[in-house]
């Protein structure tokens, strides 16, 4: 059987990973600026999870959520702790698209409205539900077009009141900075507005901190840097450092109901160990204070760098905009330099490294960026 041919991006095959460096199968070291998309939050293979995994894989990996699961209460107990919203429930799922398609669930039954609110440039995944939300030509799904979703541009306050005043809004999506997007952060202004506004008119405030939650951004949610709460706010990417999780984290205002959400898989025992053994790294090695940090460092020495147009971006989460397109840069940067990076739109260079990144490694990129930006000549 042949692959449906919808990768790679890049003849590489990676074999090993260790803290912010991964190893391709000749041995030769990376500098991790990418996380693996942003998934790696802890660093590669940290030891602490490591053993968590190897520990409940050998007890048990999987039961049905048919029987109780003392794991995912620990972890919701841990997760509402350092997140701050000890008073939410946890509903866990697989992937972020998972979760994004049961928050807009939840808001339905919730308000037993239908019409949705998205923004210009959105990614919020690829599963019906989630396409249907996500404003992308590349993607979109003609089973979805069904006329329950509106796009406005991000930041514009007054068409977003003047969509709410009609009254039939059931759920505001939005991330907490959009990163395939290109890294474009809310407004505080914007968010504080659409929260009082969703409470007016009686929609639910979703925040998708899929990509710039888990102290991705210097906070443990972007949208704390608001002071705002949201109604619903769904995880996924770096919540197990690499196993496959998601999460919706859902205001106490919502009452469940027996069977009203479901999943085979979801919290698993495996998956619930793997998240436990990451927010103990959380804690013991100050990861959000450090992507505060270090971010703040990178962004300070990105900006004015030959080339560079714009730096944009919170924590560990840095989008620099070229005067050119960034494809050719993105691929030297691996191929030349041995640098990861992400990209965003055609002239973004998107940074999502571990959040363990140390200045050691932020210095290293830096002068590993520069010494290509030299050698780059701009292609219009
Ligand atoms: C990656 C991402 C998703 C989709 O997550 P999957 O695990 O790929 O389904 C949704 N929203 C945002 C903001 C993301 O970055």
């Known amino acids: 059987m042949k692959l449906f041919d919808v990768y790679p991006l890049f003849d590489i095959e990676i074999t090993e990973g260790k803290g912010c460096h991964v190893y391709d199968d000749h041995g030769t070291e990376y500098l991790d600026l990418y996380g693996g998309h942003a998934v790696i939050s802890v660093g590669h293979c940290h030891p602490v999870v490591v053993k968590a995994i190897n520990e409940q894989a050998s007890r048990l990996m999987f039961y049905s959520n048919s029987v109780i699961n003392p794991l995912q209460e620990r972890l919701a107990e841990k997760l509402g702790k350092i997140s701050g919203y000890d008073d939410y429930q946890l509903f866990l799922v697989n992937s972020g698209a998972e979760a994004n398609e049961n928050a807009l669930k939840l808001a339905s039954f919730h308000t037993g409205k239908s019409r949705v609110i998205a923004f210009g440039k959105a990614f919020h995944g690829r599963t019906s539900g989630a396409v249907e939300v996500t404003d992308n030509p590349k993607i979109v799904s003609p089973f979805n077009d069904n006329g329950h979703v509106t796009f406005l541009p991000l930041n514009d306050i007054d068409a977003l009141v003047k969509e709410l005043e009609k009254g039939d809004v059931c759920a505001v999506i939005i991330e907490g900075i959009q990163g395939v997007g290109g890294i474009r952060i809310p407004s505080d202004d914007f968010l504080r507005v659409a929260r009082e506004e969703c409470d007016r008119y009686g929609a639910v405030l979703i925040l998708d901190e899929i990509q710039s939650g ?167």
Do not use: W
Not at 245 to 265: D, E, N
Not at 274 to 303: H, M, P, Q, S, W
Not at 314 to 327: C, H, N, V
């Open 214 to 380: 888990y102290g991705r951004s210097g906070r443990f949610f972007a949208h704390q840097y608001s002071g705002i709460r949201p109604d619903i706010i769904t995880v996924a990417k770096g919540i197990a450092n690499g196993f496959p999780m998601g999460g919706v984290l859902i205001s106490p205002k919502f009452t469940p109901a027996y069977g009203q959400l479901g999943t085979t898989f979801g919290g698993n025992h495996l998956a619930c160990a793997t998240a436990i053994a990451v927010l103990d790294v959380f804690e013991n090695e100050n990861l959000v204070e450090n992507a505060a940090k270090i971010g703040e460092y990178l962004l300070d020495n990105l900006r004015g760098l030959p080339g560079v147009k714009e730096v944009r971006g919170r924590g560990l989460m840095i989008g620099i905009e070229m005067e050119y397109p960034a494809k050719d840069l993105r691929t030297r940067l691996i191929k030349e330099e041995k640098v990861f990076t992400g990209a965003a739109g055609t002239n973004i260079i998107r940074l999502l490294p571990p959040l363990c990144l140390t200045m050691e490694e932020a210095d290293e990129f830096l002068t590993r960026f520069k010494r290509l930006l030299e050698t780059e000549s701009p292609k219009a």
